[in-house]
């Protein structure tokens, strides 16, 4: 079963940075993309960014444009949202998502889901 791990929130002033990581373990496949995404209280669940594990290609929501930058490391297993220029309504909880099968990355399923991580702007 694949397991995902984020690590690295917490509480920042506004216009602070955060680096998310998120750790998969338990594959025995190659996945195609993992994600990140948020989650206010009462709300669903938004896209904010993702990449592909092969060619390693970035997709980002409006939001993060120009703030956010997703990375991975293949060997670690391992996929990181930096997270500068913080707001205080990028405050939710974040969630790094694991998809195995070819898609668009914004807007596919996604298979596993780690436990999420509390990001906090203070303003």
């Known amino acids: 079963q694949v397991q995902l791990v984020e690590s690295g929130g917490g509480l920042v002033q506004a216009g602070g940075s955060l680096r998310l990581s998120c750790a998969a373990s338990?594959?025995?496949?190659?996945?195609?993309?993992m994600g990140w995404f948020r989650q206010y209280p009462g709300k669903e669940r938004e896209f904010v960014a993702a990449i592909t594990w092969g060619p390693g290609n970035p997709y980002y929501a409006e939001h993060a444009k120009g703030r956010f930058t997703i990375s991975r490391d293949s060997a670690k297993n391992t996929v990181y949202l930096q997270m500068n220029g913080l707001k205080p309504e990028d405050t939710a909880v974040y969630y790094c998502?694991?998809?195995?099968?070819?898609?668009?990355?914004?807007?596919?399923?996604?298979?596993?889901w780690g436990r999420g991580t509390q990001v906090t702007v203070s303003s």
């Open positions: 338990g594959r025995t496949f190659s996945s195609y993309a």
């Open positions: 998502a694991d998809r195995v099968g070819v898609g668009y990355p914004p807007y596919m399923e996604y298979d596993y």
